[in-house]
C-alpha cells in the first residue's frame, strides 16, 4: 500500500485494471496483504478525491479481485475505470499489533541514515518479489538502490521521527542477517 502524494492521510490499496463480465464487475489488484481487504477498510475513492465507491469483493480471477462498486453496472462503466488507483483514509486502516510490522505506506518518504545520523537518502518504495521485503532508497542525486528490509540492515525504524538507520549489507558482519529475522512491511 502506497500513500497519495499529495494526502498522507489516504492509502492507495490497489487499482482497477479492467472490467470482467458484461454486469459491471471490475477486476482489482489489490496492494493489500488479504487481497480481498481491497473492500474491508470502507469507501474508496479515486486519487483526487472527486470518485466514491463502496466495493464489495465477489471472487478472483487471475491474480485479481473482482469487485462489485457502487454505481457500476456495466461492462462500459467497469472499463472505463481501467487504471484508477483506490485510496481510502489511513484512519481506516487498523492498527498493527506486531511492534515489528509497518504498512509500506508508513515506510515510503521517511528518511534513511547511517548510523552516524547522516541522511544517505529517502524510501522511495517497498517492494516484495517473493523473497522478502527491499526498501528502495533513493539519494539527493536521484540515484537509487535497494536494500534487504532486515533487522541487520534496518535495526531501526522511528517512524514518529520520520526516520530509519540503514548499515549497508556490506557493512554488517557477512553480508547478511545472521538471525534470520525479516522485519513485515
Not at 548510523?115 to 517497498?126: D, F, H, K, N, T
Request: glycine share 12%.
Amino acid at each position: 500500500m502506497a500513500r497519495a502524494p499529495e494526502d498522507g492521510d489516504r492509502v492507495c490499496l490497489g487499482v482497477m485494471v479492467g472490467a470482467h463480465g458484461v454486469r459491471g464487475l471490475v477486476k482489482v489488484k489489490s496492494f493489500t496483504e488479504v487481497p480481498e481487504d481491497v473492500a474491508a477498510y470502507g469507501p474508496v475513492s479515486d486519487r483526487p478525491g472527486r470518485q466514491r465507491w463502496t466495493l464489495e469483493a465477489v471472487g478472483r480471477a487471475k491474480g485479481v479481485v473482482l469487485v462489485k462498486a457502487t454505481g457500476v453496472s456495466d461492462r462500459d462503466q467497469a472499463q472505463a475505470l481501467h487504471g484508477t488507483e483506490l485510496y481510502v483514509e489511513r484512519a481506516a486502516l487498523p492498527a498493527l499489533e506486531e511492534e515489528e510490522t509497518f504498512y509500506h505506506a508508513d515506510l515510503i518518504g521517511l528518511r534513511a541514515e547511517d548510523p552516524a545520523g547522516a541522511e544517505i537518502g529517502r524510501v522511495a518504495a517497498v517492494e516484495n518479489y517473493g523473497a522478502g521485503d527491499l526498501l528502495e532508497i533513493v539519494d539527493g542525486e536521484g540515484r537509487s538502490r535497494i536494500l534487504p528490509f532486515t533487522r541487520a540492515v534496518v535495526p531501526e525504524v522511528d517512524l514518529a521521527a520520520g526516520r530509519l538507520v540503514v548499515l549497508a549489507p556490506e557493512e554488517t558482519e557477512g553480508g547478511a542477517d545472521k538471525d534470520g529475522g525479516d522485519k513485515e512491511a
